[in-house]
């Protein structure tokens, strides 16, 4: 136990540069005490130029998904404090870019040597507290004991939470929307929907075990997990039915070890019947993967069902360590492709059904659905917020929808395609038959001016292309460390705003990639 507590510990970030400290400022500490920007302008002001260097260095999407929220506390001689205001922010942070956040506040602040990161809170706990019936205080103590956690708080009452859900493990909320009834059936996920309604009836064969249904957005795999999740609840046996999210996983894994309850979390697993995983490419963590493998294991080993859903197949789950993508790919793996044209219209048919029983006066021509099931091509959840804006325009203008409207109304969903999905591999293959070498060149150590170059120009082409981290792209290319990469796209950009030859080659090769047919 003890082991495996350090083992967590030290994928949250413990280490002596980057630590978790629990005696940060809090939201009831005076304000003279707290050196936010007013009190601490000149290292705030270090901290803002270092956003932009994060920026720089990772792109506008992670730095908007990672941190963007985070704040400047204080700074000290050799420490800068900092906040986030979610633990599981915290989490990513300290294991995904760690070094990223260190080396851009050393550029600015040069003494300092280590980060601590904290969670604000993100409600003010009440500061008078009331006995509730069985005497034991709520409000601020609620707050302090975690029972008024942002993770599970409903909107309008953050006092309160739902009743916690059994054993360490718990579950994640089930939609009741998603159902097989609500679920419509198609070419593209024909095979897949009927893997589901077996696994929820009980009839597996041990050949799907695990069952592991992948997608793009808006497809239906989550839809299909709460489906089965609803189905196998309802069929009257005593199955121990848990479904879960990755994120949510994670969030009782940290839990159990920091509450030193590692052990009853293992036991809850093995209660477990049917185990329902959603989103499983934001699994993260060293500690964490290794016990999710361990469930795994004890579950199918136990002839216990397993159904995990992605947005990739297992192999192509590079973020996830080779013991998991192995087991995941030992069982069924089925894909829900694109909905065709009968498909869309029947979810649009649907979905206009049910809007109709909200809106009996709800008129939107057939001709104008069938438009859109013929336009909005990309998947169901764009076509489901096609017909909001619908319905919408019929509210608010109080004149008939037409196609011409509807054209208007929906002119960035019209023709929208899901872009093709380019694979690190596609890359090296094309960057390799272009400058006549070899693929394990690519991957070698080798820093041979024939080898360097194109191999400079297949990570800055990972970059470009594909949504992979720097980390996933110096893994894939040897297992290069994140900073090999990202000398490697600035070096490529450097050289392409001076020669314009290369940029053509560079942008000839981008286009090789985007046309040559999928292997």
């Not at 002001?45 to 932009?52: D, F, L, Q, S």
């Not at 700074?75 to 915290?90: D, I």
């Not at 602040?109 to 904290?118: D, N, Q, W």
């Not at 203008?397 to 196609?403: D, E, G, S, Y």
């Amino acid at each position: 136990m003890d082991k495996l507590a350090r083992a967590a510990s030290n994928d949250l970030g413990a280490d002596p540069f980057l630590r978790t400290v629990s005696d940060m400022p809090s939201e009831d500490t005076p304000s003279r005490q707290r050196s936010g920007k007013a009190t601490d302008t000149p290292a705030a002001a270090h901290w803002e130029r270092a956003r932009e260097r994060l920026r720089k260095a990772l792109g506008d999407d992670v730095y908007s998904s990672w941190f963007a929220s985070a704040e400047f506390v204080r700074g000290e001689p050799m420490t800068a404090y900092m906040s986030v205001p979610t633990r599981f922010l915290k989490s990513w942070i300290l294991t995904n870019y760690k070094e990223a956040l260190l080396k851009a506040l050393q550029a600015e602040m040069k003494a300092v040597t280590r980060v601590e990161l904290s969670v604000r809170s993100a409600v003010r706990p009440r500061a008078v507290t009331e006995p509730n019936g069985n005497g034991a205080a709520t409000g601020a103590a609620a707050a302090e004991n975690g029972e008024a956690d942002g993770a599970f708080a409903r909107a309008g009452t953050p006092n309160k939470r739902p009743p916690p859900a059994s054993g360490p493990l718990g579950g994640s909320p089930v939609d009741n929307r998603f159902t097989f009834e609500t679920f419509c059936e198609g070419p593209a996920n024909r095979v897949a929907l009927a893997a589901a309604k077996m696994i929820a009836e009980g009839n597996t064969p041990a050949s799907f075990n695990p069952l592991f249904l992948h997608a793009g957005v808006g497809r239906g795999k989550s839809h299909l997990l709460h489906a089965i999740t609803h189905g196998a609840r309802a069929d009257g046996g005593n199955r121990n039915v848990v479904y879960l999210t990755a994120e949510h996983f994670m969030f009782r894994f940290v839990a159990a070890i920091r509450n030193q309850s590692g052990v009853a979390f293992k036991e809850s697993l093995r209660d477990i019947d049917l185990l329902l995983i959603d989103d499983v490419q934001f699994l993260q963590g060293k500690s964490a993967q290794q016990e999710f493998c361990h469930l795994l294991n004890v579950l199918i080993d136990g002839a216990r069902q397993v159904v995990v859903a992605a947005d990739r197949p297992p192999t192509e789950l590079e973020s996830l360590d080779e013991r998991v993508r192995s087991r995941l790919g030992g069982g069924v793996a089925f894909e829900i492709g694109p909905p065709d044209l009968a498909l869309r219209r029947s979810i649009l048919k649907r979905r206009y059904q049910t809007a109709k029983a909200g809106l009996p006066s709800l008129d939107i021509p057939e001709p104008v659905l069938d438009y859109v099931a013929q336009s909005v091509v990309s998947n169901g959840r764009d076509l489901e917020g096609a017909l909001n804006r619908l319905v919408a325009q019929w509210q608010f203008t109080n004149v008939a929808v037409t196609i011409n409207s509807a054209e208007i109304t929906l002119r960035d969903l019209i023709g929208a395609r899901e872009p093709r999905r380019v694979r690190i591999e596609d890359i090296q293959r094309v960057v390799a038959r272009h400058f006549n070498v070899s693929k394990s060149d690519l991957l070698s150590s080798r820093r041979t001016r024939t080898i360097v170059r194109p191999r400079q120009i297949a990570m800055y082409l990972s970059k470009a292309m594909t949504p992979r981290s720097l980390p996933e792209i110096g893994r894939r290319f040897g297992g290069r460390d994140h900073t090999t990469v990202l000398h490697a796209v600035r070096k490529i950009e450097e050289l392409i705003a001076g020669d314009r030859s290369l940029g053509d080659e560079v942008e000839l090769l981008r286009k090789m990639i985007e046309d040559q047919p999928i292997q």
